[in-house]
Every structure is written in structure tokens, then in C-alpha cells.
């Protein structure tokens, strides 16, 4: 692996935080790129406030997913204080980036008098692509590595005697199609609120879960289930409900009973 990309005397150059720079950078480009494409009813921001609206973006993301990893590996960090913003080290939890980029983004919509799922929805599909770049930092940092596997599929990372799955590159995958599938359907999509974010809820939730089984770095929280399982459990209650309700389906309790209709007949 690379953990280092460039050490020029005192300056170094951790590969994470420049796969971070390039997911920021790539994301944003083309999401402004496409605001500009898009039909004028469908844009729900625009390409000039998506810069300042990536960057709080990306201030709520990344103290979230530092705060909870912190919060989770506290004895480690009490330990050693000053590894605490050491961001360019690695050492970020998803869910509390997408927990703090929600809240932050959410703030930045009020204040600007958007409406958040229709912006959430126009932009989520560079979310994805953002993730995507980004696992492929966490696969060069050598974090968030599978469980030992035998065969020629398994990677060897330092420090490691035996080859893991490298679940890394595995949601990478994953997280590009899911940017293809919901970059493929705009603008159409655009056109029911909430669908494209609910999907991307869903579908994230899903390879998250499956991806969670193959993690040799996690510990079960409940039933066997580790806390990113639960979270995606919850993705895919809150996805689903999302997508099928904008669809127009409709979970009917106790639909009144109806009796056949029959012709009538001469008796």
C-alpha cells in the first residue's frame, strides 16, 4: 500500500487526504457541470452556490466522521490527544460524515430558503461518486480492510501475516454504480422529490450491510450486528418508505372488504 504519497523534507503528503482533495474536487465539478445542464424547473441549486454549499458540505462531513470515530476508539485517543486532528492519518466513520453533512447542509438550505430534498436529491448521485474516490483512499491508506480470505482475490497490507478482502475497493465498485444508476436517470428522475435521495438510501444501505459481513475491522454491537448494519437498517426503512411513497404506492391496513360484482341474473 501507499499510505504516503509525497514526503519533500518536513512536508508530507498522506495519500488519504489527497484522495480526499480529488473526491471533493471531481464531485463538485461535476455536479456544478450538470446544474448547468439541467432544465431551469429541475435545478434546485445552482452551479455558483454549489461550491460554497460542497464546502460546508464538506466541513459537516468531516468533523462527523472524525467525531465518531474518535467517540468510538476514545481510550486510544485519551491516550494520545494530539492524534485527534490528525485527519490526514485516516480515520473516518461514514455514517457520522453523512449524519454531520446532513445537519450542516440542512443549515446552509434554511438559510438560503431551498428546499432540502430537492437539493439532496439533484446532488446525493456526486455524493456517491465522492465515497467512491474516497474508499479507493482508504484502500491505499490500508483502513477498513476485510476479514483473511485464501486465494488469489485476497490483498496483503502491512502489518497483516495474511492476505484480507479488500472490502475497500469491493464498495468503491459499488458506490460508482450507484452514481451511474442515479446519474443515468436525471433529469427524470428530478421530477418526483425525494426519489433519487430515497434511492441512494436504499441502494447504500444495501451494499453497506452486505459489505459489513466481509469487514475484519468491526465488532458486533446487537444480535450479532455491528452499529454500520444497524445504521443501514435504518437507511433502508427510511429509503424505502422515501421511494415508494414518491412512486405512489400505498401500504393499505385493513383495506375495507369489497364483494364481487355480479351481473344480474333472472330468476
Given at each position: 500500500?501507499?499510505?504516503?504519497?509525497?514526503?519533500?523534507?518536513?512536508?508530507?503528503?498522506?495519500?488519504?487526504?489527497?484522495?480526499?482533495?480529488?473526491a471533493f474536487a471531481v464531485s463538485t465539478w461535476l455536479g456544478a457541470r450538470t446544474a448547468r445542464q439541467l432544465p431551469q424547473e429541475l435545478v434546485a441549486i445552482t452551479s455558483d452556490q454549489l461550491l460554497d454549499f460542497t464546502a460546508v458540505l464538506l466541513f459537516g462531513g468531516l468533523f462527523g466522521a472524525r467525531f465518531l470515530y474518535v467517540v468510538l476508539r476514545w481510550e486510544e485517543f485519551a491516550a494520545a490527544p494530539q492524534h485527534i486532528i490528525a485527519l490526514w492519518?485516516?480515520?473516518?466513520?461514514?455514517?457520522?460524515?453523512?449524519?454531520?453533512?446532513?445537519?450542516?447542509?440542512?443549515?446552509?438550505?434554511?438559510?438560503?430558503?431551498?428546499?432540502?430534498?430537492?437539493?439532496?436529491?439533484?446532488?446525493?448521485?456526486?455524493?456517491?461518486?465522492?465515497?467512491?474516490?474516497?474508499?479507493?483512499?482508504?484502500?491505499?491508506?490500508?483502513?477498513?480492510?476485510?476479514?483473511?480470505v485464501d486465494g488469489c482475490c485476497g490483498v496483503l497490507f502491512p502489518g497483516h501475516q495474511t492476505p484480507v478482502v479488500p472490502t475497500q475497493l469491493l464498495e468503491s465498485l459499488g458506490l460508482f454504480a450507484i452514481y451511474l444508476w442515479l446519474r443515468g436517470r436525471q433529469p427524470g428522475i428530478l421530477r418526483s422529490p425525494g426519489r433519487s435521495f430515497g434511492g441512494y438510501l436504499l441502494l447504500y444501505g444495501l451494499l453497506r450491510f452486505g459489505i459489513e459481513y466481509l469487514r475484519g475491522d468491526q465488532t458486533a454491537w446487537w444480535m450479532g450486528l455491528t452499529l454500520q448494519q444497524l445504521i443501514s437498517l435504518g437507511m433502508l426503512l427510511v429509503g424505502g418508505t422515501l421511494w415508494f411513497q414518491v412512486s405512489g404506492f400505498k401500504f393499505l391496513v385493513n383495506p375495507p372488504n369489497k364483494k364481487p360484482e355480479t351481473r344480474n341474473q333472472k330468476r
Open positions: 500500500m501507499h499510505p504516503i504519497l509525497l514526503k519533500l523534507g518536513p512536508f508530507t503528503l498522506y495519500t488519504y487526504g489527497a484522495m480526499l482533495v480529488l492519518e485516516g480515520g473516518l466513520v461514514w455514517y457520522g460524515g453523512f449524519a454531520g453533512g446532513v445537519l450542516a447542509s440542512w443549515l446552509y438550505v434554511r438559510s438560503h430558503r431551498l428546499s432540502w430534498l430537492r437539493v439532496a436529491d439533484q446532488v446525493v448521485p456526486f455524493l456517491a461518486l465522492g465515497h467512491a474516490i474516497g474508499r479507493i483512499g482508504c484502500f491505499l491508506n490500508g483502513c477498513c480492510y476485510g476479514k483473511p
